[in-house]
């Protein structure tokens, strides 16, 4: 059994806990936490299971990573604290431990991830013989590993596409969704996570691994975007009210431009209620949904709906980004210490999990 580690009990630790518990060659071995009210909490609780798993959650950083785990889940947000992940991420690897992460977007892409974020790791890496695996949902297996398998279904592919449509009210992380997207901000206000290169940066890297898996050459990566008010005042369950007039829906696109024309798309269709930008793509039902379409011969299109915690899209998408990474740490445990990427790491079947509680 491997002993790991789970750093974070938000949106994506709650799921991480309970993916860690569920897979038989893992066996929890300690939660961090920052809240000083989580500490001493078990985890079955913080993970919103309905029984104990007999670990409580502490904040001895030192004393968890001492103990020599095989590897940690880092489930604490790295979109507004970039340097903070990375230096805990970079403890944990000198601690001798693979770690799994959706953290630091630069990273998805490790060859060509700056060198202020590559170098680090790669330091820690040959101090501690560690390892480290980046990746998500979008970016993540939306763009990496599902469309690259659809494209194998293919006879000719004229264009590949990925689409995430997802309806923000449900994602319950509030200063992302109002500051960093910009829902609910006036129409003028300039939200960092759309500012010219910055979708580039986060999504640019998942362009970059398909193109080198079809094994072409890009000539460049461009942005497009589009910002839609709202019309009607709409109050959202988890975020409140967000007011007539101000952004309600966001669409973009990160293109990879092959032989002058955009052949690998990325694009995002986000929205804080269902009535704005009604003639935009939009999720088959419900309240989101990651959709690949292949162009060519045939034409194939494929979507996938996640749901978690009382039928949440949002939460089952950062379930299906765990499972991703979860199910990767007894291959990375097995391989030589790394800096790994999508295109390294399989996505296996769920061996020994079937029927598993």
Same mark, same amino acid.
């Given at each position: 059994?491997?002993?790991t580690?789970?750093?974070?009990?938000?949106?994506?630790?709650? /799921?991480?806990?309970?993916?860690?518990?569920?897979?038989?060659?893992?066996? @929890? *071995?300690?939660?961090?936490?920052?809240?000083?009210?989580?500490?001493g909490?078990?985890?079955?609780? @913080?993970?919103?299971?309905?029984?104990?798993?007999g $670990? !409580?959650?502490?904040?001895?950083?030192? *004393?968890?990573? !001492? /103990?020599?785990?095989?590897? %940690?889940?880092?489930?604490?947000?790295?979109?507004?604290?970039?340097?903070?992940?990375?230096?805990?991420?970079g403890?944990?690897i000198?601690?001798?431990?693979?770690?799994? =992460?959706?953290?630091?977007?630069?990273?998805?892409d490790?060859?060509?991830?700056?060198?202020?974020?590559?170098d680090?790791v790669?330091?820690? #890496?040959?101090d501690?013989g560690?390892?480290?695996?980046?990746?998500? %949902?979008?970016?993540? &297996?939306?763009?990496d590993?599902?469309p690259?398998?659809?494209?194998?279904?293919? =006879?000719?592919?004229?264009? #590949?596409?990925?689409?995430?449509?997802?309806?923000?009210?449900?994602?319950?992380?509030?200063?992302?969704?109002?500051? @960093?997207?910009?829902?609910g901000q006036?129409?003028?206000?300039?939200?960092?996570?759309?500012?010219? !290169?910055?979708?580039?940066?986060? &999504?640019?890297?998942?362009?970059?691994?398909?193109?080198?898996?079809?094994?072409?050459?890009l000539?460049?990566?461009?942005?497009?975007?589009?910002?839609?008010?709202?019309?009607?005042? %709409?109050?959202?369950? !988890?975020?409140?009210?967000?007011a007539?007039?101000?952004?309600? *829906?966001v669409?973009?696109?990160?293109?990879?431009?092959?032989?002058?024309?955009p052949?690998?798309v990325?694009?995002?269709?986000?929205?804080?209620?269902?009535?704005?930008a009604?003639?935009?793509? =939009?999720?088959?039902?419900?309240?989101?949904?990651?959709?690949? #379409?292949?162009?060519?011969?045939?034409? #194939?299109? $494929? =979507?996938?709906? /996640?749901?978690?915690?009382?039928?949440?899209?949002? *939460?089952?998408?950062?379930?299906?980004?765990?499972?991703?990474?979860?199910? /990767?740490?007894? &291959?990375?445990?097995?391989?030589?210490?790394?800096?790994?990427?999508?295109?390294?790491?399989p996505?296996?079947?769920?061996?020994?999990? @079937?029927?598993?509680?």
């Amino acid at each position: 059994m491997i002993s790991t580690v789970v750093w974070g009990t938000g949106n994506v630790g709650r /799921a991480a806990i309970r993916a860690v518990e569920a897979h038989p060659k893992l066996k @929890l *071995a300690a939660v961090l936490v920052h809240d000083p009210g989580k500490v001493g909490r078990d985890a079955g609780e @913080l993970a919103g299971l309905d029984h104990g798993l007999g $670990v !409580t959650a502490s904040d001895d950083i030192d *004393a968890v990573l !001492t /103990a020599g785990p095989g590897a %940690v889940v880092y489930a604490a947000t790295g979109d507004i604290r970039p340097d903070e992940a990375l230096a805990d991420i970079g403890r944990a690897i000198r601690a001798g431990a693979v770690v799994v =992460t959706p953290a630091l977007y630069p990273l998805y892409d490790q060859r060509n991830a700056p060198p202020e974020f590559r170098d680090p790791v790669l330091a820690a #890496i040959a101090d501690g013989g560690g390892s480290l695996f980046v990746s998500g %949902v979008d970016p993540g &297996w939306g763009n990496d590993v599902l469309p690259l398998l659809i494209s194998g279904l293919g =006879t000719t592919v004229d264009a #590949i596409r990925c689409q995430e449509i997802f309806d923000y009210s449900t994602y319950e992380q509030e200063e992302s969704v109002r500051y @960093l997207v910009g829902m609910g901000q006036p129409m003028d206000y300039e939200p960092l996570m759309l500012a010219p !290169t910055i979708p580039t940066m986060v &999504w640019g890297g998942q362009i970059r691994l398909m193109a080198r898996a079809l094994g072409v050459e890009l000539d460049d990566i461009r942005e497009t975007l589009e910002r839609r008010p709202l019309t009607d005042t %709409v109050n959202t369950r !988890t975020m409140g009210a967000f007011a007539a007039g101000t952004q309600g *829906a966001v669409r973009f696109e990160v293109q990879g431009i092959v032989g002058g024309e955009p052949r690998i798309v990325i694009e995002h269709v986000t929205r804080i209620h269902a009535s704005c930008a009604p003639d935009w793509p =939009t999720p088959p039902d419900g309240d989101g949904a990651h959709r690949v #379409i292949i162009e060519g011969r045939p034409r #194939i299109e $494929v =979507t996938v709906e /996640a749901t978690d915690e009382g039928e949440n899209r949002s *939460a089952g998408g950062n379930a299906t980004a765990v499972g991703r990474l979860v199910g /990767a740490i007894d &291959w990375l445990v097995g391989a030589e210490p790394g800096l790994y990427d999508a295109l390294d790491v399989p996505l296996r079947p769920a061996v020994g999990r @079937l029927g598993r509680k």
